[in-house]
């Protein structure tokens, strides 16, 4: 008789269901016999530019060093980090993703009796991590879809160890001020880390947004965790970052993994970060993209959710899920957020204006509005 290694594992995670990223093209394109050139992928959030062609040279130029181990300690990038968010090379943390970062922060600091505050509709990862290390969640209901940061304060106890907060908010694009933060942070207690999940930062611009590093050297129990899969568009590279304390990311790298970012990827992200033309070409396009779909989503008659990011949800007004399996079959991939406890919600990324159009057809016919 088999042994039932289900049962064996750990009791959280056998509770735990498995991340389920957007539908690949050429999964679509076997299910439904469809040809993957036709197909158009909004659904996970990623850069429609392509890499810029800096990033494709620096990636050209790594290859004959294959195999070679990557530099475990990313002296490169962390120096090239550290000079871009005005910090110290001993406070920046590399990670596979900032997805690694996250994960990092839970075996770090959170284990069975202890919990960690997240609010409704947040990040996926949050749970899961949270979940995977034994420790429990405080989930915080939602104030308009984004996070009721007085209430996340109220909803810290003793055995509170992190606390996420992105800025902007996945899936919902939601946002708070920089007063909102200042005062956040103002209250939490010093002996909880507050994780401010910033992956789509770049995206946005003026003074809507807190800048996150800027409050690091007053807030020692702040860390800040961003990304080079959005703005920069490198997500087939996983590669992101974390910055805090120089304590804090001692005791990350403990538990880090060897070898964590490819040399690839170490090569692509120092060429990113310094291809600010490509950057800026990011936000134009989003900019650009976010205003095509909110116009078409006005002419369909939808509500959707204000965002910041490079996403919009949007508002059915009855279950999703049949609208979303009718945009498959017309080629159109978009994110279901019913796992989000969003079931009349979609989540479209912001795609190349062809793209964008594409959806909205496709929309409009599945909806009979077109």
């Known amino acids: 008789m088999s042994c039932d290694f289900l049962a064996q594992a750990l009791p959280s995670v056998q509770k735990l269901s498995p991340y389920v990223p957007g539908k690949p093209v050429d999964e679509l394109a076997r299910e439904l016999n469809l040809d993957p050139l036709s197909i158009v992928k909004l659904a996970s959030n990623e850069n429609p530019l392509g890499p810029s062609p800096k990033v494709l040279a620096a990636i ?3 290859l004959p060093e294959l195999t070679r181990y990557p530099d475990g300690n990313g002296f490169a990038l962390k120096v090239a980090l550290a000079e871009r968010c005005g910090v110290q090379t001993n406070q920046v ?11 990092l922060v839970a075996r770090a600091y959170l284990a069975p009796g202890l919990n960690a505050v997240f609010s409704e509709h947040a990040f996926a990862v949050y749970p899961i991590v949270t979940q995977a290390v034994g420790a429990d969640a405080h989930v915080v209901p939602a104030k308009d879809f984004g996070h009721d940061l007085p209430a996340m304060l109220a909803a810290i106890d003793a055995q509170t160890r992190v606390v996420f907060i992105a800025n902007p908010n996945n899936p919902t694009g939601t946002w708070f001020g920089p007063q909102a933060l200042r005062e956040f942070l103002a209250q939490v207690p010093e002996s909880v880390l507050v994780v401010l999940d910033e992956a789509y930062i770049e995206y946005a611009e003026g003074d809507d947004l807190p800048d996150g590093l800027s409050y690091l050297a007053s807030t020692p129990n702040l860390l800040v965790s961003r990304t080079f899969s959005k703005a920069y568009g490198l997500a087939a590279l996983r590669v992101g970052y974390g910055v805090c304390s120089a304590v804090i990311a001692d005791v990350l790298n403990r538990v880090r993994q060897p070898f964590n970012v490819n040399s690839l990827a170490l090569a692509a992200a120092c060429a990113a970060l310094a291809d600010s033309d490509y950057l800026a ?21 939808l509500r959707w959710i204000a965002s910041k990011g490079n996403f919009i949800a949007f508002d059915l007004g009855c279950e999703a899920m049949p609208v979303f399996q009718a945009l498959l079959r017309e080629g159109v991939i978009v994110r279901p957020v019913a796992n989000y406890g969003m079931p009349t919600y979609l989540r479209v990324s912001i795609g190349l204006p062809a793209e964008n159009a594409r959806f909205l057809t496709a929309l409009a016919k599945v909806l009979d509005r077109g």
Do not use: P
Not at 93 to 103: A, P, Q, V
Not at 281 to 301: I, P, V, Y
């Open 93 to 103: 943390t590399l990670g596979n993703g900032s997805n690694d970062i996250l994960e």
């Open 281 to 301: 070409a990011s936000r134009r396009m989003n900019d650009a993209g976010m205003a095509q779909l909110e116009a078409g989503f006005t002419e369909l008659g």
């Open 60 to 62: 050209t130029a790594a």
